[in-house]
């Protein structure tokens, strides 16, 4: 651990911090003497009925009638939240197109990867959600139907989006690089009303038109009664007529002036279904609430990213990523969200800090790899870019490197808070972050978030501090999953999460709570790396070997042997121009050596063309660990769920060789 923050608060920062308010705010309701973070997180966690009500009311949501209750069945799973309130998530998000100081603002800024930059305000945003929600209640969709999107990360999207939840209607989404197949394996399964699908994506300078696969996917799912065709590319006419029953344009769904109609809808009725990475199996539906995103996404935008009307949000994402529900609830903060259509590093590495710059973010959110790209490529972002209106960047996807945390100071800004962050599609929300006013060490993240009961536990249930073990959350979050669609009983729900500690969340990543209260991720503890009888993050290792400069990207895994011996290889993909020699075998085992520690030096050091990932950039640790144990390629991942099955086709070939 580094012995000083590489961050510390402003103590003079203007305006104030909300969470700041907050917490005078709950002293006031509590008659306590909260001052510290660690001071609020502690009573967050022991009091929830306290905690969540005061969320509640300092952010005022809107409901039927005020809460009587906060939690009236603690359970895991089965908590219930809020009983006897009904609310609606797009009232919410629509709630800042009623405010004067901001109607004519945009809420949404849509970047595409050409440049090209288009501007929703808050009135038109208004205006078109009533029209969508407006054509939906003429075909028929009611509250509890399903509508799906096919789509890239664009502003037609969040307007789609809006206007389902604003009925009451079941919203889920997947993006364009997927094909038909895969696509209906996620959406079908929901058997909707509705498809909004573009023509196409843009991604590394090429337009890709999708109009067949958007036919072909809408065969595939009967329960279909209409297609709403959105022109991304510019593609050209949808003569799909003979093989979509119901063909709409975009513009005739968005072309009414029908003011929105807002159905509130009982706390935990379902907002939205997202879906498990999917790498084997059919993906799993997991189903959010209204009220849990509103107000679980409320205390995160608005106390720990410091979100405030007004305000400017850029998260690098896809419609695949859960990141993107974060980005849509940005407008809950009656802040402006930035979509961005395309590759993070096309054409060049800069190109996220340039869209931060000329959208005036205040907030930019980013995975390590960019990080990364920006240091290889001697990148000084905060002197070669205007990004004075920036005061946070947020980071997850992945845990960010120690080495990355001086760069973000020295080439971005001493200012700029880098919060690291880690989550999941499982409660679309944290469970570790950063907050204003806690320090950040590199390598780390800063705490537990609030309401959030965090602890790292042994094999026996024991809590653990300054050692590497199971991250469980042992009181209920209001945005932990009201169901998982397809699960009648609830089984899959509770083996998932709850079967190795029942009544306790069992995220399935390794982490350290260190004395001083911060957080490490270790990684999944299903790839956890065991050397001589000692467990070791992947996360070490990465830390390391991604900061040379010869190496582009690495994998590690640790493999049990059919002769009882345990086999730690280390995968590298080289820069352009660099060969695996001596030289560089021996430079990296002593890298590991002297700043990991002797245990991280792999068995050994291999080149390979590509590293394997999921649909949202996360590495594929325990796909190719099983495909070097012998399992068959098919049982291992399905080829639309990982960005390049090419990379994984080669540990095949690897293994086999082996």
Avoid at 318 to 330: E, G, I, K, P, R
Avoid at 404 to 410: A, E, H, M, N, S
Avoid at 629 to 642: I, S
């Amino acid at each position: 651990m580094t012995a000083e923050p590489i961050w510390r608060p402003n103590p003079d920062q203007t305006p104030r911090p909300q969470i700041h308010a907050f917490t005078e705010f709950a002293n006031q309701r509590t008659g306590r003497d909260m001052v510290s973070y660690d001071d609020l997180w502690r009573w967050s966690v022991s009091d929830l009925d306290g905690f969540w009500g005061a969320v509640w009311d300092f952010f005022d949501v809107i409901a039927d009638e005020p809460y009587a209750k906060v939690l009236a069945n603690r359970s895991m799973p089965g908590a219930e939240w809020f009983p006897g309130t009904r609310v609606n998530y797009a009232e919410h998000a629509l709630r800042a197109a009623l405010d004067e100081r901001l109607v004519d603002q945009p809420a949404i800024i849509t970047v595409a990867e050409d440049g090209k930059r288009f501007e929703v305000t808050w009135r038109e945003l208004r205006r078109q959600v009533g029209s969508v929600a407006a054509w939906l209640r003429e075909r028929g969709v009611q509250q509890g139907d399903r509508v799906v999107g096919y789509l890239p990360n664009t502003h037609h999207t969040l307007v789609a989006f809006l206007a389902s939840a604003s009925i009451g209607a079941i919203w889920s989404a997947c993006a364009q690089d997927y094909a038909a197949e895969k696509a209906a394996a996620k959406l079908g399964q929901l058997e909707p009303s509705v498809l909004f699908a573009a023509d196409g994506y843009s991604w590394n300078g090429q337009n890709f038109d999708r109009r067949d696969q958007v036919a072909e996917l809408a065969a595939r799912i009967p329960s279909l009664r209409a297609v709403v065709a959105i022109d991304n590319i510019g593609a050209g006419p949808w003569d799909y007529d003979n093989r979509i029953a119901d063909l709409v344009a975009w513009d005739d769904t968005t072309g009414g002036d029908t003011p929105p109609e807002f159905v509130r809808v009982d706390f935990d009725t379902p907002l939205w279904v997202l879906y498990s990475s999917g790498t084997t199996g059919i993906p799993k539906g997991i189903v959010h609430s209204h009220g849990g995103v509103v107000i679980d996404h409320l205390r995160l935008l608005g106390l720990h990213l410091d979100l405030r009307p007004g305000d400017r949000f850029f998260w690098y994402t896809n419609t695949n990523w859960m990141m993107w529900n974060l980005v849509a609830s940005a407008l809950l903060a009656g802040a402006t969200t930035v979509c961005f259509d395309g590759s993070p590093l096309y054409p060049g590495p800069r190109r996220l800090w340039e869209i931060a710059a000329e959208t005036e973010a205040n907030v930019l959110g980013v995975s390590p790899g960019i990080f990364l790209a920006g240091m290889k490529a001697g990148l000084k972002p905060g002197e070669e870019l205007d990004l004075s209106p920036l005061r946070t960047i947020g980071a997850t996807g992945a845990p960010v490197p120690a080495h990355c945390f001086p760069w973000v100071r020295d080439a971005v800004g001493d200012r700029v808070q880098l919060a690291s962050t880690s989550g999941g599609t499982d409660v679309v929300s944290g469970f570790a972050g950063s907050a204003p006013n806690l320090e950040v060490w590199a390598g780390e993240l800063s705490g537990p978030v609030l309401g959030v009961a965090l602890q790292s536990w042994d094999d026996d249930g024991e809590p653990l501090i300054d050692e590497v073990g199971e991250m469980v959350i042992t009181e209920p979050m209001p945005s932990m999953p009201v169901k998982f669609w397809n699960d009648p009983d609830g089984q899959r729900y509770r083996e998932t999460y709850f079967s190795m500690f029942p009544g306790v969340w069992r995220h399935g990543d390794w982490i350290t709570i260190t004395d001083r209260g911060s957080v490490i991720i270790s990684g999944r503890s299903d790839a956890t790396l065991n050397r001589h009888g000692v467990r070791l993050g992947s996360a070490d290792i990465y830390d390391v070997v991604d900061g040379i400069p010869e190496v582009a990207e690495s994998l590690v895994i640790g493999a049990e042997q059919p002769d009882g011996g345990y086999w730690m290889p280390l995968f590298v993909v080289l820069a352009d121009g660099v060969s695996l020699d001596v030289s560089l075998r021996s430079r990296i085992a002593g890298d590991l050596r002297s700043k990991a520690s002797p245990r991280h030096v792999p068995d050994d050091i291999i080149a390979v063309p590509a590293i394997p990932h999921t649909r949202t950039g996360k590495k594929l640790e325990v796909p190719v660990k099983r495909l070097i144990q012998g399992h068959a390629l098919e049982k291992v991942a399905n080829p639309d769920a990982v960005d390049s099955f090419e990379a994984l086709e080669y540990f095949v070939r690897f293994a086999e060789q082996r």
